[in-house]
């Protein structure tokens, strides 16, 4: 019995795997500007939350340098409950899962970046 492989259905079959590979890429670099957005609105008065920028409150560590203590995945039980440290100006901050997932994927693509050896 002799095989063949119709080309249409090849060429339907890659442009689906790669609609389906953009399409999570765009969902994952959407989730990742989201969460910049939420940093940017909530943390930076703060916290440097680049991967160069200096925070603003000398005993907020930039974010780049939190990722490397804590991996991204294991904040998001406190960024549910609520961010507590030890700086008794730091503000309580609680967020709802969608915005859990986006601020994650931000600070994930975060501890990807290599560290500057200053820390700041």
């Known amino acids: 019995m002799r095989r063949f492989c119709r080309p249409g259905v090849l060429a339907i079959s890659l ?3 790669t609609a389906c590979a953009l399409a999570g890429a765009e969902t994952y670099l959407s989730n990742v500007d989201k969460g910049r957005a939420l ?3 909530n943390c930076v ?3 440097a939350i680049g991967k160069e920028d200096a925070s603003q409150h000398p005993e907020a560590l930039p974010f780049r340098v939190v990722v490397t203590r804590y991996p ?3 904040l998001a039980e406190a ?3 609520g961010i507590v440290s030890g700086h008794p100006d ?3 901050f609680v967020f709802q899962p969608p915005e859990i997932e986006a601020i994650v ?3 994930g ?5 290599p560290v500057p050896s200053n820390g700041n």
């Open 15 to 17: 442009a689906a795997s």
């Open 39 to 41: 940093l940017e609105a």
């Open 45 to 47: 008065r703060c916290h």
């Open 72 to 74: 991204p995945d294991n």
């Open 79 to 81: 960024l549910a409950e």
């Open 90 to 92: 730091m503000p309580v």
């Open 105 to 107: 994927a931000y600070l």
């Open 109 to 113: 693509s975060l501890a990807a970046a």
